[in-house]
């Protein structure tokens, strides 16, 4: 299988397999990024509220990591992964705490769903099995964020939080933001009750044409990915520079977790991005 598109490149390299944006392989001196591929591979560092995993599993997984990131050139061990609660709490980070491994699981990163720098070699990680990664990047003020956005978090807008965050704290211009939108699942298999819907459409008067009723399941299909192109654009991003990977996680998810495919025990997609 592969997924190279118009817009992302699928790398093979020494048995790992990663996507790449073309927008982004543009500024390559600058920063550098991947989107894993592969179910063989597993970037959960934890259960939720960071329940710790068995031993075997955390450093299996941990390994993992390693070989992404030893794939790419960078040195692991500059990872810094924010424990997602479906917030919006976007946090600048300056520095990494740990020494000499990863910043995995830390409370100073707890209820965070979104890292932003403009320090180089601290690679910003965030996960998936379906919600929407956003990677982020200003090559005028070299401001990069890396964003988690699953249904709860686009309700909260946090994408925009993102750029009002590198707005305030890095003057930088929404114009000149790259904004790409790695796999996730999408409207073709986001279906969600009525109690969802409205929610919705409530927060979202001003997007179209997001939301479309299936009579034969009675469920409603709600394109979240559409909506976050929709509110970055009025946030000031220029169309042209949010990129889509426009692919769907539930659609391949032989080669992405899936959570709605895996069910329970589903393991996790990580996106990477850093400046050089």
């Excluded at 509220?49 to 390994?63: A, H, I, M, R, Y």
């Excluded at 409207?187 to 409530?202: A, I, P, T």
Aim: charged share 25%; proline share 3%.
């Amino acid at each position: 299988m592969n997924l190279t598109n118009d817009n992302v490149i699928h790398v093979k390299k020494d048995g790992i397999e990663y996507l790449q944006f073309r927008k982004l392989l543009e500024y390559k001196d600058i920063i550098n990024h991947a989107y894993s591929l592969g179910t063989d591979l597993n970037f959960r560092i934890a259960q939720p509220n960071k329940v710790p995993l068995p031993k075997d599993e955390f450093e299996s997984n941990c390994k993992d990591y390693e070989k992404l990131c030893n794939n790419m050139g960078e040195n692991y061990i500059n990872v810094i992964l924010c424990n997602q609660n479906h917030t919006k709490n976007v946090q600048v980070v300056d520095r990494k705490i740990n020494s000499n491994k990863p910043d995995f699981n830390l409370s100073e990163n707890d209820y965070i769903d979104g890292l932003v720098t403009n320090k180089s070699d601290l690679i910003l990680a965030t996960t998936n099995a379906d919600c929407i990664l956003l990677l982020f990047f200003d090559p005028v003020k070299r401001v990069i964020a890396n964003v988690h956005s699953g249904w709860k978090g686009t309700l909260q807008r946090i994408s925009v939080e993102a750029v009002r965050k590198m707005k305030e704290q890095f003057n930088c211009n929404p114009q000149d933001i790259i904004c790409c939108i790695c796999p996730s699942i999408r409207k073709c298999h986001f279906e969600v009750d009525k109690d969802v819907k409205d929610l919705f459409e409530k927060e979202f008067k001003e997007v179209s044409n997001f939301i479309e009723y299936n009579q034969q399941n009675q469920k409603w299909h709600i394109d979240t990915v559409l909506i976050n192109k929709e509110i970055l654009k009025n946030e000031g991003l220029k169309e042209e520079n949010i990129i889509d990977s426009g692919l769907c996680s539930v659609c391949n998810s032989e080669i992405i977790h899936s959570f709605r495919v895996e069910k329970e025990g589903y393991g996790l997609n990580t996106a990477l991005i850093s400046l050089i």
